[in-house]
Each structure stands twice: as structure tokens, then as C-alpha cells.
């Protein structure tokens, strides 16, 4: 699939790539190690236009409310009483395009749950979001709707994406995310980087 050329309001947004998924943690994502090239590329092609979005983990299943209170009290060995320092920094191989003002933090799924998120989008006229990360089932397809019911344009980096459960992946990649194919495009991280350079007019 050829990606029209995307115009100079747009934004990539890296979701959740963090220590606590991709260290040896009950949520794990091995898949990591196998996207971060691709999501380097992205954030080299976009390096004034990256965000990252970074799922927090509250101090105790005590200290959550509604639902979130079970789910926490199932994975109580990720809250902040459990887990060690650090782990929820954006992972080393990124780390270098993190700099104080392009990281954000949020406590649901969807990086819209962050109200400085949704003002930034606001404040800066973006209208096309580039989303990379994980997971593509759960954080990023989450992101993904949001930003769809919100009338943006979506773009889905079908390479620099991924998941701990593969057939969820898969069933989001194939099934899921193509539904919306007029709000949605599914293309590979190369096909984002040619329509950015055709849209600033780079050749």
C-alpha cells in the first residue's frame, strides 16, 4: 500500500516502549527487541514530531479505584510496591530521542487518557498521528480508536508495533484495524518515512 504524502502537522507517538514491558516482567513483550529499529527510524525521521507515551503503575492496588483495583490486585508484582526503580523509564535504545518535554505520562490504556496529551494535540494543529509501540491489542489500539473518534488521521506502523500474545496482534493487524481503513492506514515504517519526505517535499 502506497501512504499519501503526510503533511507537516503530524505527529508520531511512541506508546509504552518501557523498561516494565521489556525487561524480564510479568508483562514482558519479547517482541521488543525486534521493533525498536523500526521505531528508531521513525524517531529519526520525526525528530522535532515524537512523543512518548508512558504507562504508569500506581503505587498499590489500594491506591487505584474502580476496576483498575482488580486488575491491580491480579498483578500486584507491577505496582510501585513491588516493582524496582526505574522500570518505568523509556528503555536505553530510545532514550537518546527522549528529552524533557516530548514524554508524557498516563495511567489508562489509551495515550488520550492524558489530558496534556490531548491539549498538546490541540495546541500544536496536529491532524495525522504516526502510532509505534506496544502492545498493538491493548495501549496502542486503544490510542488508536481514541484518536479516531477524535477525527484525526491514523497511521499504524505495521512493523514497529507489537504484542506479548502474537494472536491477538495478528487479530488487531488483520482483523481489527482494517475495519476502519478510512481512518486508518496500515503501512510499513519505510512507507511512513517516504510520505513524510514526500510531504515536506524532500526527494
Given at each position: 500500500?502506497?501512504?499519501?504524502?503526510?503533511?507537516?502537522?503530524?505527529?508520531?507517538?511512541?506508546?509504552?516502549?518501557?523498561?516494565?514491558?521489556?525487561?524480564?516482567?510479568?508483562?514482558?513483550?519479547?517482541?521488543?527487541d525486534?521493533?525498536?529499529?523500526n521505531?528508531i527510524s521513525l524517531?529519526?525521521?520525526?525528530?522535532?514530531?515524537?512523543?512518548?507515551?508512558?504507562f504508569?503503575?500506581?503505587?498499590?492496588?489500594e491506591?487505584?479505584?474502580?476496576?483498575?483495583?482488580?486488575?491491580?490486585?491480579?498483578?500486584?508484582?507491577?505496582?510501585?510496591?513491588?516493582?524496582?526503580?526505574g522500570?518505568q523509564?523509556?528503555?536505553?535504545?530510545?532514550?537518546?530521542?527522549?528529552?524533557?518535554?516530548?514524554?508524557?505520562?498516563?495511567?489508562?490504556?489509551?495515550?488520550?487518557?492524558?489530558?496534556w496529551?490531548a491539549?498538546y494535540?490541540?495546541?500544536?494543529?496536529?491532524d495525522?498521528?504516526?502510532?509505534?509501540?506496544?502492545?498493538?491489542?491493548?495501549?496502542?489500539?486503544?490510542?488508536?480508536?481514541?484518536?479516531?473518534?477524535?477525527g484525526?488521521r491514523?497511521?499504524?506502523?505495521?512493523?514497529a508495533?507489537?504484542s506479548?500474545?502474537?494472536?491477538?496482534?495478528?487479530?488487531?493487524?488483520t482483523?481489527?484495524?482494517?475495519?476502519l481503513?478510512?481512518?486508518?492506514?496500515?503501512?510499513s515504517?519505510?512507507?511512513?518515512?517516504?510520505?513524510?519526505?514526500?510531504?515536506?517535499?524532500?526527494?
Open positions: 500500500m502506497t501512504l499519501a504524502p503526510l503533511p507537516a502537522n503530524t505527529l508520531h507517538v511512541v506508546i509504552d516502549v518501557q523498561r516494565i514491558f521489556a525487561e524480564e516482567t510479568a508483562w514482558y513483550t519479547p517482541v521488543i525486534e521493533i525498536v529499529p521505531i524517531c529519526e525521521a520525526f525528530p522535532n514530531k515524537t512523543l512518548f507515551a508512558k504508569m503503575l500506581p503505587q498499590s492496588a491506591s487505584t479505584s474502580g476496576r483498575w483495583k482488580h486488575y491491580y490486585k491480579r498483578w500486584s508484582m507491577m505496582t510501585l510496591d513491588a516493582m524496582p526503580a522500570m523509564d523509556v528503555i536505553d535504545p530510545l532514550r537518546p530521542f527522549v528529552n524533557g518535554g516530548n514524554e508524557f505520562e498516563k495511567f489508562t490504556y489509551s495515550a488520550f487518557g492524558s489530558a496529551f491539549a494535540l490541540k495546541e500544536q494543529a496536529i495525522t498521528i504516526v502510532f509505534s509501540g506496544v502492545e498493538t491489542d491493548v495501549c496502542v489500539y486503544a490510542s488508536v480508536l481514541d484518536a479516531v473518534d477524535a484525526y491514523v497511521v499504524i506502523a505495521a512493523d508495533v507489537g506479548s500474545d502474537t494472536a491477538a496482534h495478528d487479530a488487531t493487524m482483523h481489527l484495524a482494517p475495519r481503513s478510512d481512518q486508518v492506514d496500515i503501512v515504517t519505510a512507507s511512513i518515512v517516504n510520505a513524510w519526505a514526500e510531504g515536506q517535499g524532500e526527494h
